[in-house]
T-cell receptor, first 113, second 115 residues
Framework: DAGVTQSPTHLIKTRGQQVTLRCSPKSGHDTVSWYQQALGQGPQFIFQYYEEEERQRGNFPDRFSGHQFPNYSSELNVNALLLGDSALYLC????????????FGDGTRLSIL | AQSVTQLGSHVSVSEGALVLLRCNYSSSVPPYLFWYVQYPNQGLQLLLKYTSAATLVKGINGFEAEFKKSETSFHLTKPSAHMSDAAEYFCAVSETRGSNYQLIWGAGTKLIIKP
């Protein structure tokens, strides 16, 4: 049973470019959350998708957008990249419900030059 | 809004010694609490969760945590540290907003094991 898979594992971009990160949830999970983790810090919640809709959003600008597909996989898009967007981007999947633990992928390391 | 405080950004213990990582939360309703571990260059792995059943929760790798409502705490312990326990540990509380919810995270505690 595959867990949460993310692609790519590493990515290097330059300022102003756009990037798309991908996530396949754990089998049976229907909810996907995205987090940004800067070096030496805890995860910061970006948004959560359920039933192909954005259900909650953290304190991130509109440059950060996402999508969830009918098979529950998800994408995170970031436009107009800034140096400060360099971070580990984590995807987590779960069943719906606030007592359900989230299962994390190994993340995508995004470096902005 | 709920919040999570982890006391000590770094905790250093000797191999074989007791591990105690502290987590305090603020919540106006009974919370759902989680501990996760993160090894270098990896995602987060669930250690254990509290969902209002037993107050003493046993997790993987010999870790356990005790929910104390009076102290609003959910400290993580392990009787005997092993070198493989060196990692960063995060405490999180589930915050419900209407029909939606999200995890609120502590800043993390890096556990260092001395040989």
């Amino acid at each position: 049973d595959a867990g949460v898979t993310q692609s790519p594992t590493h990515l290097i971009k330059t300022r102003g470019q756009q990037v798309t990160l991908r996530c396949s949830p754990k089998s049976g999970h229907d909810t996907v959350s995205w987090y940004q983790q800067a070096l030496g810090q805890g995860p910061q919640f970006i948004f959560q998708y359920y039933e192909e809709e954005e259900r909650q959003r953290g304190n991130f600008p509109d440059r950060f957008s996402g999508h969830q597909f009918p098979n529950y996989s998800s994408e995170l898009n970031v436009n107009a990249l800034l140096l400060g967007d360099s971070a580990l981007y984590l995807c987590a999947s779960s069943l719906a419900g606030n007592n359900q633990p989230q299962h994390f992928g190994d993340g995508t390391r995004l470096s902005i030059l | 809004a709920q919040s999570v405080t982890q006391l000590g950004s770094h905790v250093s213990v000797s191999e074989g010694a007791l591990v105690l990582l502290r987590c305090n939360y603020s919540s106006s309703v009974p919370p759902y609490l989680f501990w996760y571990v993160q090894y270098p260059n990896q995602g987060l792995q669930l250690l254990l969760k509290y969902t209002s059943a037993a107050t003493l929760v046993k997790g993987i790798n010999g870790f356990e945590a005790e929910f104390k409502k009076s102290e609003t705490s959910f400290h993580l312990t392990k009787p005997s540290a092993h070198m493989s326990d060196a990692a960063e540990y995060f405490c999180a509380v589930s915050e419900t907003r209407g029909s939606n919810y999200q995890l609120i995270w502590g800043a993390g505690t890096k556990l260092i094991i001395k040989p």
